[in-house]
């Protein structure tokens, strides 16, 4: 069974910092990975996206204030939060996909609590 395990969530104060980390049961090399962010009452949002080749994508919202990067080593999937606002403040879900001989994976973490408020 997949597993995908974020943490580092929490209440900071805006203009603060995190760094969110998730853990996965496979090969991150061999998959895209990436950040969705839920807050209540909004749609799902794509925050910051590493593929297998290490390219990088941002949301326009969060661009220069988000790093998202990868530990292939260790199976795991960093997100750098600096700058933070409080519309920043959303449950955080690490994401796993991959295509393979015809086939599309996904699989996703339990989601961690990001709160920015002073």
């Known amino acids: 069974q997949v597993q995908l395990v974020e943490s580092g969530g929490g209440l900071v104060q805006p203009g603060g910092s995190l760094r969110l980390s998730c853990v996965a049961s496979?090969?991150?090399?061999?998959?895209?990975m990436g950040w969705y962010r839920q807050a209540p009452g909004k749609q799902r949002e794509l925050v910051a996206s590493i593929n297998s080749g290490e390219i990088t994508q941002y949301a326009s919202s969060v661009k220069g204030r988000f790093t998202i990067s990868k530990d292939n080593a260790k199976n795991t999937v960093f997100l750098q939060m600096d700058s933070l606002k409080p519309e920043d403040t959303a449950v955080y879900l690490c994401y796993a996909r991959r295509t393979y001989d015809f086939r599309a994976y996904e699989y996703w973490g339990q989601g961690t609590q990001v709160t920015v408020s002073s």
């Open positions: 496979i090969a991150t090399s061999m998959y895209a």
